[in-house]
């Protein structure tokens, strides 16, 4: 039989898509040609698929070799079809039965040597694989990553001749198992002395899923609550922390085997660009905020990040995704992630100090807060102060802080009243949703409409104080927003009573 047909799969954003790996063998001048949209890497090959035969004393038929990569108007990259494209030759070419490939698909670079090398991306072609109940081949390097997908039967080979052999003789190949999750533990949130405000902003942002501002001067203490978010968080689920791994497999900068079942940390620099942030290229990969999705993404000195790189998380803050648009090529990347930023509250950063160090004008205050949006600022569930402690609070024989451990319980119990009530977290609420969770008595509903004449709220910031007020109602173990709930909610939106403006 002149022709052989070979499963293997392309990388597509976090996707990836089937392709048929169809080789035919036709008479005339020996030759090689691929189609199907091959880039560099994919056309190279033929010159690594020709030598890795040859090196497993297997014979290259001297014939004209046709390859095609279907579909035909998918772009293909890399070499993860090297090891399709030489066992199709070999298949049409008679040196191995056509039916032995058949139930199987094949991800794998080949060396020259007929080594199998790893690619990238191989965690979401595994979860793909499962869908279809084929067996799935890769190299060993990309074994264990594979076995996370547990309802795929992955096997691993060293070497194309040690592939052939078991094809042929229909002999099992190993099993990857899984790599034991490391156990390390998270940043406690008892190493945080003082700063009541800020741990009870801490715990109602991680109850409810809302984002976080913490405006300080320097030293006050910001990173170092914001590095505790993700420890009084509850674990992920399996199903979210597939799809987080799949997000960092996809990405190119590899996959940390040992910590894939914890929350992920993001926290770029402020110089970062807004392809970084959100993804992007001419092959599109994903950015800061899809690989911290289901985690916690931190900005640091957020006025002097850059005014384009910000505003393009105004779209994702609010759908949870993020859509790449590019000429030739089209992704959309998961972004459910939790913000958590950090700025000083003047350009020398100690406004407001006790001290009256700050020698900043009004007006220079003015322009450094207003480098952060008001569109992207509203955004901003929990705007709270990181005021400078007192050395007494700080020394090293004071009492600890309350523990991760017990406030994560706390976090736990309201998640669960909130998806029990409506399925998703309260900053996830629809407009139908927030109807039925976060009704209000008449004299709350004036104090609320007072509260947002004041301050000049948008009909989004008004929204966001009735979700915070459910989770903390969801906090308190109360099935109604009370008045101290929604008292402490609207007193959580200190940049915007700092932008109101007095009525004329």
Same mark, same amino acid.
């Given at each position: 039989?002149?022709?052989?047909?070979?499963?293997?799969?392309?990388?597509?954003?976090?996707?990836?898509? /089937?392709?048929?790996?169809? +080789?035919?063998?036709?008479?005339?001048?020996?030759?090689?040609?691929?189609?199907?949209?091959?880039?560099?890497?994919?056309?190279?090959?033929?010159?690594?698929?020709?030598?890795?035969?040859?090196?497993?004393?297997?014979?290259?038929? #001297?014939?004209?070799?046709?390859?095609?990569?279907?579909?035909?108007?998918?772009?293909?990259?890399?070499?993860?079809? *090297?090891?399709?494209?030489?066992?199709?030759?070999?298949?049409?070419?008679?040196?191995?039965?056509?039916?032995?490939?058949?139930?199987?698909?094949?991800?794998?670079?080949?060396?020259?040597?007929? @080594?199998?090398?790893?690619?990238?991306?191989?965690?979401?072609?595994?979860?793909?694989?499962?869908?279809?109940?084929?067996?799935?081949?890769?190299?060993?390097?990309?074994?264990?990553?594979?076995?996370?997908?547990?309802?795929? *039967?992955?096997?691993? &080979?060293?070497?194309?001749?040690?592939?052939?052999? &078991?094809?042929?003789?229909?002999?099992?190949?190993?099993?990857?198992?899984?790599?034991?999750?490391? /156990? #390390?533990?998270?940043?406690?949130?008892?190493?945080?002395?003082?700063?009541?405000?800020?741990?009870?902003?801490?715990?109602?942002?991680? #109850?409810?899923?809302?984002?976080?501002?913490?405006?300080?001067?320097?030293?006050?203490?910001?990173?170092?609550?914001?590095?505790?978010?993700?420890?009084?968080?509850?674990?992920?689920?399996?199903?979210?922390?597939?799809?987080?791994?799949?997000?960092?497999?996809?990405?190119?900068?590899?996959?940390?085997?040992?910590?894939?079942?914890?929350?992920?940390?993001?926290?770029?620099?402020?110089?970062?660009?807004?392809?970084?942030? =959100?993804?992007?290229?001419?092959?599109?990969?994903?950015?800061?905020?899809?690989?911290?999705?289901?985690? +916690?993404?931190?900005? *640091?000195?957020?006025? /002097?990040?850059?005014?384009?790189?910000?505003?393009?998380?105004?779209?994702?803050?609010?759908?949870?995704?993020?859509?790449?648009?590019?000429?030739?090529?089209?992704?959309?990347?998961? &972004?459910?992630?939790?913000?958590?930023?950090?700025?000083?509250?003047?350009?020398?950063?100690?406004?407001?100090?006790?001290?009256?160090?700050?020698?900043?004008? *009004? @007006?220079?205050?003015?322009?450094?807060?207003?480098?952060?949006?008001?569109?992207?600022?509203?955004?901003?569930?929990?705007? +709270?102060? =990181?005021?400078?402690?007192?050395?007494?609070?700080?020394?090293?024989?004071?009492?600890?802080? /309350?523990?991760?451990?017990?406030?994560?319980?706390?976090?736990?119990?309201?998640?669960?009243?909130?998806?029990?009530?409506?399925?998703?977290?309260?900053?996830?609420?629809?407009?139908?949703?927030?109807?039925?969770?976060?009704?209000?008595?008449?004299?709350?509903?004036?104090?609320?409409?007072?509260?947002?004449?004041?301050?000049?709220?948008?009909?989004?910031?008004?929204?966001?104080?009735?979700?915070?007020?459910?989770?903390?109602?969801?906090?308190?173990?109360?099935?109604?927003? @009370?008045?101290?709930?929604?008292?402490?909610?609207?007193?959580?939106?200190?940049?915007?009573?700092?932008?109101?403006?007095?009525?004329?």
């Amino acid at each position: 039989m002149n022709l052989a047909i070979v499963h293997s799969r392309a990388r597509v954003g976090v996707h990836a898509p /089937e392709v048929r790996v169809e +080789v035919h063998l036709a008479g005339g001048l020996p030759a090689m040609s691929i189609v199907g949209l091959p880039e560099a890497a994919v056309r190279e090959a033929k010159d690594r698929v020709r030598a890795a035969i040859q090196c497993a004393q297997l014979e290259f038929p #001297a014939r004209r070799i046709t390859v095609n990569l279907a579909p035909a108007d998918l772009p293909k990259d890399g070499g993860r079809y *090297d090891l399709a494209i030489a066992l199709g030759i070999l298949a049409a070419s008679g040196q191995l039965p056509v039916e032995a490939l058949d139930g199987w698909e094949f991800v794998a670079e080949l060396a020259l040597t007929g @080594e199998l090398r790893p690619v990238d991306g191989v965690l979401p072609v595994a979860l793909a694989v499962a869908q279809t109940g084929r067996r799935l081949l890769v190299a060993p390097g990309n074994g264990e990553e594979a076995a996370l997908a547990q309802q795929v *039967d992955v096997r691993t &080979a060293r070497t194309l001749l040690e592939v052939c052999a &078991a094809l042929q003789a229909d002999r099992p190949l190993p099993r990857p198992t899984p790599r034991p999750c490391s /156990e #390390a533990s998270m940043p406690d949130l008892a190493d945080v002395r003082g700063q009541a405000q800020a741990r009870r902003a801490l715990e109602i942002a991680a #109850a409810g899923g809302h984002h976080l501002l913490l405006i300080g001067p320097p030293g006050s203490g910001k990173t170092l609550l914001a590095s505790r978010l993700c420890g009084i968080l509850p674990p992920p689920t399996d199903a979210e922390a597939l799809e987080a791994a799949s997000i960092a497999s996809a990405s190119g900068r590899g996959l940390d085997l040992e910590r894939w079942r914890q929350r992920p940390f993001r926290a770029p620099h402020h110089t970062a660009s807004a392809v970084a942030l =959100v993804g992007g290229g001419a092959d599109p990969r994903p950015g800061e905020i899809s690989l911290a999705h289901h985690g +916690v993404l931190f900005l *640091d000195e957020l006025p /002097e990040w850059n005014r384009q790189a910000l505003e393009v998380l105004r779209e994702p803050l609010e759908s949870g995704c993020v859509h790449i648009a590019r000429a030739a090529r089209h992704c959309q990347f998961p &972004a459910r992630f939790q913000l958590v930023a950090a700025m000083n509250p003047c350009p020398c950063g100690w406004a407001g100090d006790p001290s009256g160090r700050c020698l900043c004008h *009004d @007006e220079a205050i003015r322009r450094y807060r207003a480098r952060i949006s008001g569109p992207l600022l509203e955004r901003i569930d929990l705007h +709270v102060e =990181v005021p400078r402690l007192p050395p007494a609070q700080l020394r090293t024989d004071a009492p600890p802080g /309350e523990s991760s451990a017990s406030v994560r319980q706390r976090v736990v119990t309201a998640r669960q009243h909130q998806l029990a009530r409506s399925g998703v977290l309260n900053a996830q609420l629809d407009q139908t949703g927030m109807q039925a969770c976060c009704r209000l008595s008449a004299r709350d509903s004036a104090l609320l409409e007072r509260a947002v004449d004041a301050l000049q709220l948008s009909a989004r910031s008004l929204h966001r104080i009735l979700r915070v007020a459910r989770t903390i109602a969801d906090l308190a173990g109360s099935t109604a927003i @009370e008045t101290p709930h929604l008292t402490e909610a609207i007193g959580y939106r200190a940049l915007e009573r700092g932008r109101a403006r007095p009525a004329a």
